[in-house]
Structures are given as C-alpha cells and as structure tokens.
C-alpha cells in the first residue's frame, strides 16, 4: 500500500499543465486543444479553480501559488476575476 502512495506521489511531482489563456475566457492547452471558461472562477491568494470546456469535456483545473512565479500567477488571477465566466 505504501509503495502506491509512493508511486503516486512520483507521478505527480512530474505532472504538467500548460496552458494560454487570453483575456476573453478562451484558451489553449499544450496539445493543442482549443478550451474556454464556463464557471465563474475561485481566486484566492493561494489557489485558483476554474472549469474549463475543451472538446465538450468539463475539467476543473486547479492552479496553487506555488506553482507558478508570482507575476504569472497575479497575471492569471487578473485574468480570472475579468473573464464574465
């Protein structure tokens, strides 16, 4: 059980989501598919949810500080709270 935690936690230290987002509420993932948002968005000093759609799929996306330098992750919790969601 513990060698599972183990593995999980390997794969997700070298999990990745890259995405563009314009100031419209529509984006791009990394392999190309092209997304919107559909839900008002959750900022918060911390972490960051929105869902977006891509290929009619609904995807909660989650976005913690840490993950991103603090000019990127101002600039995308500007660009969350402007978009009408």
Known sequence: ???FFIYQFLQLK???CQF????AGEG???RGEKFKLTQKAF????ICLFYIEADEELT????WSDMCDDT???HLCRLLLASKG
Do not use: A, H
């Open 72 to 74: 990127s992750y101002r």
């Open 60 to 63: 909660l996306m989650m976005v």
């Open 1 to 3: 059980m513990l060698l």
């Open 28 to 30: 791009r993932l990394q």
């Open 43 to 46: 900022v918060s000093p911390f």
């Open 14 to 16: 070298s999990w990745r």
């Open 20 to 23: 563009v987002l314009n100031g």
